[in-house]
């Protein structure tokens, strides 16, 4: 039996793995991370926080057959005592020594302006200069809500195959909520900011821009009539994110689902035709701070591009090591966690339908009748069935390829399945979207994407007047 050492944050750690405990994998993984939020609303600030938090935890994955056993155990105390505790939980009769942990080494990501390095009179001061661009707009806004948030988070993680690993991400979002009124009538509208860059990216006065498209978008929503209901072809413009393919394909593109049956409609799928050959779906952790990018997932495992529809035809699930391991394949690249008292599960970052080779503004003018969808709201998908609803912020009716006015009160139905075949038209521009995605209590910081998509028919929720 034989034992390795490795430096951890400043301390070394015994080594463990298949040799030693009879598992498949073994890893200790620890973080450390500081977050400051405000919120304004009604001119006034309502909360103010920040926050450090440190942890580790110790994970053991082994396969018996089709199953694969995960023992897993986290402390918020980081302290080589604790470390041994956790040993002792997983690995009974083990020896007790544990890492000493240190402080973290890592180096942040290039930004220009470290978040944390910003007095907190600054950043109120960006909020209260967000509520007057909102009010400017128009005295019929009732109520603007502004929360800023900055996030420092940084990781380390050693494993059985011998992984040393570290990596530090700086994220910085803000969202800006408007209420606009009328006569007893209430419309909203929202903008949200997020990348993993510094404080920098309030630097060209995105966010007073932010703040005058939702104020502008409430507004102009009270003097628009509520969107027919019924089945009609559809445009998701490139400005609307990717919030359609997120929910509609990405959850059930999962491989966890997939093994579980929740995700019926690929289970057994992998090479065959799931959509038009003109659809390619790609997640991509590399991207430039997008907000869900990394290195390395929290597994260890190296970021790379992972092609789950090429031409129409699917050819991979998003795999974290315990779902690689059921099917004795390599991950892919996918476990995340949302922090370390968390169990990685596979998780989408940057997910993305790739853009194709129509005219944006000829799709829209060859649309006779429907709708034009210029901004998401929220959405939820049922991975068992592929139903989905999502709202839309912001919509248009299109008639003989002219865009005539503004509707409100429009949400989109459908099952995921059905509506990626039903693609017919791809644009060649591309929309970016970032947002927070939950699974099974877990939150993790996401982006998503698509050029303009049209789908013929699609159900519209809205007014049968």
């Given at each position: ?391 839309v912020d912001e919509g248009w009716r299109v008639e003989n390829g002219v865009v005539k006015h503004l509707v409100r009160d429009a949400n989109l139905l459908g099952v995921g399945p059905e509506a990626l075949r039903s693609i017919d038209r791809v644009g060649w521009d591309i929309g970016w979207g970032v947002g927070v995605c939950g699974k099974e209590g877990q939150s993790v910081a996401v982006s998503d994407g698509q050029p303009t998509i049209r789908m013929p028919k699609l159900v519209v929720g809205g007014s049968h007047d």
């Amino acid at each position: 039996m034989t034992k390795r050492r490795e430096r951890f944050l400043g301390g070394e750690a015994a080594g463990y793995g298949p040799s030693l405990t009879g598992a498949d994998y073994g890893e200790v993984f620890l973080e450390e991370w500081r977050w400051s939020t405000a919120r304004l609303e009604d001119g006034a600030v309502r909360d103010i926080g920040d926050s450090a938090e440190r942890g580790l935890s110790l994970r053991l994955l082994r396969r018996e057959g089709p199953r694969v056993e995960t023992l897993f155990g986290s402390s918020q105390n980081a302290s080589p005592a604790a470390a041994a505790r956790l040993r002792e939980r997983l690995l009974p009769g083990a020896p007790r020594r544990g890492p000493d942990f240190g402080a973290a080494q890592c180096s942040a990501p290039a930004c220009r302006i470290d978040p944390a390095t910003v007095p907190l009179e600054r950043k109120l001061a960006l909020l209260r200069a967000i509520d007057r661009a909102a009010r400017d707009i128009s005295p019929l806004v009732r109520q603007v809500t502004a929360v800023y948030g900055d996030r420092r988070k940084d990781t380390r993680l050693l494993n059985s195959e011998g992984a040393d690993l570290s990596q530090s991400r700086v994220s910085t979002n803000l969202k800006v909520s408007v209420v606009a009124g009328r006569d007893g009538m209430l419309q909203t509208a929202m903008e949200v900011i997020g990348a993993q860059r510094g404080y920098e990216v309030f630097d060209d006065e995105s966010a007073l821009r932010a703040a005058r498209r939702a104020a502008a978008r409430a507004v102009a929503k009270l003097d628009a009539p509520k969107a027919k209901a019924g089945e009609m072809a559809v445009i998701l413009a490139a400005s609307a994110g990717g919030t359609f393919i997120h929910e509609a394909i990405g959850h059930s593109l999962e491989a966890d689902h997939v093994q579980e049956g929740s995700s019926p409609a690929y289970r057994g799928m992998r090479g065959k035709a799931v959509a038009p050959e003109t659809i390619t779906v790609v997640d991509d952790p590399t991207l430039p701070f997008q907000r869900g990018s990394f290195v390395f997932d929290d597994e260890g495992v190296p970021a790379r591009a992972t092609e789950l529809v090429k031409d129409g035809v699917l050819t991979d699930f998003l795999y974290d090591r315990a779902t690689a391991l059921r099917e004795g394949r390599a991950s892919n690249g996918h476990g995340r966690r949302e922090s370390f008292a968390s169990r990685p599960i596979p998780r989408m970052s940057n997910l993305y339908i790739a853009p194709g080779k129509d005219d944006p503004a000829k799709i829209i003018k060859e649309l006779k009748s429907g709708l034009l969808v210029t901004r998401m709201g929220g959405g939820q998908v049922d991975t068992a069935s592929g139903e989905f609803v999502f709202e839309v912020d912001e919509g248009w009716r299109v008639e003989n390829g002219v865009v005539k006015h503004l509707v409100r009160d429009a949400n989109l139905l459908g099952v995921g399945p059905e509506a990626l075949r039903s693609i017919d038209r791809v644009g060649w521009d591309i929309g970016w979207g970032v947002g927070v995605c939950g699974k099974e209590g877990q939150s993790v910081a996401v982006s998503d994407g698509q050029p303009t998509i049209r789908m013929p028919k699609l159900v519209v929720g809205g007014s049968h007047d």
